[in-house]
């Protein structure tokens, strides 16, 4: 059964095309897509929240190394448990588009690194990053000395006020200079 845009209600599409970097058919699709996520019975409700296992069934997100990361930062769950509704997996879908601004996606990305949710990006984080991007085999997994030295090499790179942590200016900063950034960090459907 396909979504029209009688079923997603026009006056939301429009509100949703305003609020997101969405096309009105990205948006019908976004609907469609987590739809799928959810019982039969349950699709009638706009609020209800997709838990984030269901979420991360999606082909676009198992095999993406922050997949948790980005269920959590775009979640607006109380609960802190990754769940996700309509409108937060819009939001999610509109930072990873094409059409979203470099501002909008290295704040994500900010966000996505920063694990423990304290604004910088610290050696802990630092750390994590890293491991998430190489994985966390014995195989892959750098060694204590090859990790101190890539995070002090990241940190010599980034951290301009020199206080030991990335900030987002500062990583915008960088990020500005990546001209490979804004093509790779998307998710389509």
Same mark, same amino acid.
């Given at each position: 059964?396909?979504?029209? +845009?009688?079923?997603?209600?026009?006056?939301?599409? !429009?509100?949703?095309?305003?609020?997101?970097?969405?096309?009105?058919?990205? /948006?019908?699709? +976004?609907?469609?897509?987590?739809? *799928? @996520?959810?019982?039969?019975? *349950?699709?009638?409700?706009? !609020?209800?929240?997709?838990?984030?296992?269901?979420?991360?069934?999606?082909?676009?997100? %198992?095999?993406?190394?922050?997949?948790?990361?980005? $269920?959590?930062?775009?979640?607006?769950?109380?609960?802190?448990?990754?769940?996700?509704?309509?409108?937060?997996?819009?939001?999610?879908? !509109?930072?990873? #588009?094409?059409?979203?601004?470099?501002? /909008?996606?290295?704040?994500? +990305? &900010?966000?996505?690194?920063?694990?423990?949710?304290?604004?910088? @990006?610290? $050696?802990?984080?630092?750390?994590?990053?890293?491991? $998430?991007?190489?994985? *966390?085999?014995?195989?892959?997994?750098?060694?204590?000395?090859?990790?101190?030295? @890539?995070?002090?090499?990241?940190?010599?790179?980034?951290? /301009?006020? %020199?206080?030991?942590?990335?900030?987002?200016?500062? &990583?915008?900063?960088? /990020?500005?200079? !990546?001209?490979?950034?804004?093509? #790779? &960090?998307?998710?389509?459907?």
């Amino acid at each position: 059964m396909g979504t029209t +845009a009688s079923q997603l209600q026009k006056d939301l599409l !429009s509100e949703y095309q305003e609020l997101t970097f969405l096309t009105k058919q990205e /948006i019908l699709l +976004a609907h469609k897509r987590f739809s *799928e @996520l959810m019982a039969k019975e *349950e699709r009638s409700s706009p !609020s209800l929240r997709v838990p984030m296992e269901k979420i991360l069934t999606m082909p676009e997100l %198992k095999s993406n190394p922050f997949r948790e990361r980005i $269920c959590h930062v775009f979640s607006t769950s109380d609960m802190k448990d990754g769940s996700l509704t309509f409108e937060d997996f819009l939001d999610l879908l !509109s930072a990873f #588009s094409d059409s979203a601004t470099l501002e /909008i996606k290295s704040h994500y +990305a &900010f966000r996505i690194f920063d694990f423990d949710d304290d604004g910088t @990006l610290d $050696c802990g984080d630092l750390e994590k990053l890293v491991n $998430c991007l190489t994985g *966390e085999t014995e195989d892959t997994r750098l060694n204590p000395e090859e990790m101190r030295q @890539l995070i002090t090499n990241i940190l010599e790179e980034s951290d /301009i006020d %020199k206080d030991g942590t990335v900030n987002l200016s500062e &990583f915008q900063h960088v /990020i500005s200079r !990546s001209p490979d950034f804004v093509s #790779s &960090f998307k998710i389509v459907l």
